[in-house]
Each structure stands twice: as structure tokens, then as C-alpha cells.
């Protein structure tokens, strides 16, 4: 594999991981009765008040309490628009955080914007602090649960740092099937003072999706823009060819939706840039591009967890490698003789990976990988795919590994790099 392709598809695979989660809105019989483009929020410019709380909005406890409370109120000389705008304030030794909310009956598995216009003076995080100086959306179900509560938010805006000026920022997501509502707040975490005003939460009009199905996918697709048949016969063949090799059946059908442009895509949803956007649980791809070959191995491969990156990334160039022709092996073994290859338990996070160098880390475990499944088999290693969802620690993940291999990881380790330093494969044209 030339380390051409190994740059590109590198970048792909490194970005892929904390990608956005969007999509487009899905038709529902029983939607709830919320108007379609207008501003949910009631009092959004902050000009009607009860005591220091604007009304229609709830003022609530970020973190723990303390003994030096948050400044917070309203503002007559810094604002937008009209007569006032809420402000939050922090100081050096703050340590009872508030944030103000407002919830807003949304539809589930439609596309929602919110925005608003921001201020900061001297914004600045101090020991102890969160950055945060921004509006955020939490989801919540018909009963007013929080559907996510692994953070403090759902979506936000980006923090805001040091003195801005007033600017709107505005982001687009996707409200989850089972949301019903949606709490839309403004916070400030930091010493500094961070001003807001117009906020808004707006629920698109869905997008006039046409759709074609084929054996493994349903494509999407805009008027007069539709995916080429060769296109979706080379897909067919792809998909075929990695459930093979997998030992699965795919038995739900992948959503991909093909966008005619850049500018359309980060458009719909939302975004400032990219071409691509996955949404792994729903197996959707949305993408600029006829065509892939990466992110549709992780969409099949979704429902059975996520395991270790190393893992999940030494499957896919594993895969990709045997489609092509590419040899691995061979693209390893130049940086297992340069000593570039750490002991692969010491680089098994993303963020190991990222910290070692991801252009030779990756391909070395999709080397890894290859080398698991021709010496043990196919079948051991989905299971070390399935049981080892969610691990990232390589104490634990040895646990699975030693129980299905027999050897420890280090050892096994080891044996792939004696077997790689002894490979005599033969590079095809094009590879380094």
C-alpha cells in the first residue's frame, strides 16, 4: 500500500471517529403538533423578567453548590437587539454554577437549529473551571428524561473565549427518535462576563429526500441528482465481498445519502466543512461522494459494538487491504525494522494512536488483525470484536484476549512482529 493512500485514507479514519452524529428528518405519522420553521422559544430577546430570572425561562444549578454564587442578570447597555440581554459572570473563586434553560416541545428524528447571539468580556478559565461559555440543547423523552446524559449537553455552540464581539453562532442536529423535548440554555463556567440574546430553536422542513433501494442499501438522493447505476453495482460488490469476509449477513440495509456538493451538505446539516457524516447506530452515511469503502465496514460492523480503536480501524485496513491487493505486512514491516512500532497495548486508545503517529499505527494493527484472523480464524476474532465493546483499557482488554487466544496480547504481540520481520511478500506496483 503506498503511503499515499495510507495519508488519505489516515485522515479519513482519524476524523471519522468523533464525527458529527446527524441525519435528515424521517416521516412519522404521529408526529407532534410543533410548527415547522419558526422560533420555539418563548421571550428569546430576554425583554420580560421576574426579579433577575427572564420569564418563560428556569434558572438551574450547574455542579455542585458553594459559597460564592455565580453573577447573573440582565443588561441594559450590552445587547443585540431591544432592550436587554442576560448575562452571566464568574469570578476567580465562583464555585456555585448557574445556567438558564428553557424547554420547547420538538419532533423526534427532525433536523433542529438553534442559535443565538453571544458577548464576552475578559473570558478566561481559571484553576477548577470548565471551559464553557456557549448555548446548548439536551434531548429529552416524552416523560422529560434526559435521553443522553454521558455530558452536560447534547449539541452546543463553540466556547467563547476572552472579549468578542456580539455574532450569532448556530448549529443544526438531529433531534433522536425519542425526543419529545428539548432544553435549550446558555451558560458560563469561566471567569468573565458572557452576554446572550436571541436565542432561537427552529425545526427544519424535512429535506425532499428521493430514494432508489438496492440488495444492501437504500440510497437518497435530491432531484436530479441521482446515484449512477455503475456506482451502486460497484457498492453491491463491495458490501458482498467484506460480509464474506466477515462471516455476517447483512440484514439491514445501510442508508446512504448522496449529496451533489460540498456546499449542499454542510448546508442541510449544519456544518462548516467536510464532505462526510456517519451516524453509526442508524447505519447512515451521508456523503458527497458515489462511492466508499471505509465507513461502510463500520456501519456493517455497528450493531456488534465498539471494541478498542486499534481494533475497530485493524479490521477496516485489513479488509480494504485484502480488496485492493494491498500488502500490510509489507508496509509494516519498513517501520517494525525502524523501531517506529510501539508495543501495540501501549497504543490502543485513539488517542494513544493520534499521540504516537496514526499514518503508521493504523496500518500496523490492520497488519495485526490480518495476522489474528489467518492464523486463529475469522469467527475468534468477531468475538473478540463483540466482547471487548467499549474497552479501552489494555489490562481489561487482555482479559478477552487471553480467554480467546490463550496468550497474553503482549505475547501474541510479539509473535505477529518475529512473523512480520520474517515476511517475504511481494509488493505490487505502486506500493513502497
Not at 443544526?172 to 432561537?200: H, K, L
Not at 451533489?260 to 447505519?283: F, N, V, Y
Amino acid at each position: 500500500m503506498s503511503s499515499m493512500n495510507i495519508r488519505s485514507i489516515m485522515l479519513l479514519s482519524l476524523g471519522l471517529f468523533v464525527l458529527s452524529l446527524l441525519g435528515c428528518g424521517s416521516k412519522d405519522e404521529k408526529l407532534p403538533d410543533v410548527p415547522i420553521g419558526v422560533n420555539l422559544v418563548k421571550n428569546s430577546s430576554f425583554e420580560q423578567w421576574i426579579g433577575d430570572v427572564p420569564r418563560d425561562w428556569e434558572l438551574r444549578m450547574y455542579g455542585e453548590e458553594g459559597e460564592n454564587r455565580v453573577y447573573y442578570g440582565r443588561s441594559s447597555e450590552q445587547k443585540n437587539t431591544e432592550n436587554y440581554s442576560f448575562y452571566i459572570r464568574g469570578v476567580y473563586n465562583t464555585d456555585e454554577w448557574y445556567l438558564l434553560v428553557q424547554r420547547v416541545p420538538i419532533i423526534p428524528d427532525y433536523m433542529t437549529t438553534f442559535s443565538g447571539a453571544m458577548s464576552s468580556k475578559n473570558v478566561k478559565l481559571n484553576d477548577g473551571q470548565e471551559r464553557r461559555a456557549n448555548i446548548f440543547v439536551n434531548f429529552l423523552d416524552r416523560d422529560g428524561n434526559r435521553i443522553n446524559d454521558r455530558g452536560y449537553a447534547d449539541a452546543l455552540t463553540p466556547s467563547r473565549r476572552e472579549s468578542t464581539h456580539w455574532s450569532i453562532d448556530k448549529r443544526t442536529v438531529r433531534a433522536p427518535r425519542n425526543a419529545y423535548y428539548a432544553e435549550i440554555g446558555v451558560i458560563n463556567s469561566q471567569t468573565g462576563f458572557m452576554f446572550f440574546d436571541d436565542i432561537e430553536l427552529v425545526i427544519e422542513e424535512p429535506i425532499p429526500w428521493k430514494s432508489k433501494d438496492s440488495k444492501y442499501i437504500t440510497y437518497y438522493f435530491l432531484e436530479g441528482n441521482p446515484m449512477p447505476k455503475e456506482a451502486i453495482d460497484r457498492e453491491t460488490a463491495l458490501i458482498e465481498d467484506y460480509a464474506k469476509r466477515l462471516g455476517i449477513k447483512v440484514e439491514e440495509k445501510l442508508k446512504y445519502f448522496y449529496y451533489p456538493s460540498e456546499d449542499q451538505l454542510q448546508k442541510i446539516l449544519g456544518i462548516r466543512k467536510g464532505h462526510q457524516r456517519a451516524l453509526w447506530e442508524r447505519k447512515e452515511l451521508h456523503t458527497t461522494e458515489q462511492y466508499e469503502d471505509h465507513i461502510v465496514i463500520h456501519l456493517l460492523l455497528a450493531h456488534f459494538g465498539y471494541p478498542p480503536y486499534g481494533i475497530g480501524e485493524g479490521i477496516v485496513f485489513a479488509l480494504i487491504g485484502n480488496w485492493f491487493g494491498q500488502d500490510l505486512h509489507l508496509y509494516s514491516k519498513t517501520y517494525l525494522m525502524e523501531l517506529k512500532i510501539p508495543p501495540l497495548f501501549k497504543v490502543l486508545t485513539v488517542q494513544e494512536i493520534n499521540e504516537a503517529d496514526g499514518e503508521i499505527i493504523i496500518p500496523a494493527w490492520g497488519s495485526f488483525c490480518t495476522y489474528l484472523i489467518d492464523k486463529y480464524g475469522m469467527e475468534t476474532f468477531m468475538q473478540l470484536y463483540r466482547r471487548t465493546d467499549g474497552i479501552e483499557d489494555s489490562g481489561a482488554f487482555n482479559v478477552h484476549f487471553k480467554d480467546l487466544y490463550g496468550e497474553d496480547f503482549p505475547v501474541v504481540d510479539r509473535e505477529w512482529r518475529l512473523h512480520i520481520l520474517r515476511y517475504q511478500g511481494e509488493a505490487k506496483e505502486g506500493e513502497s
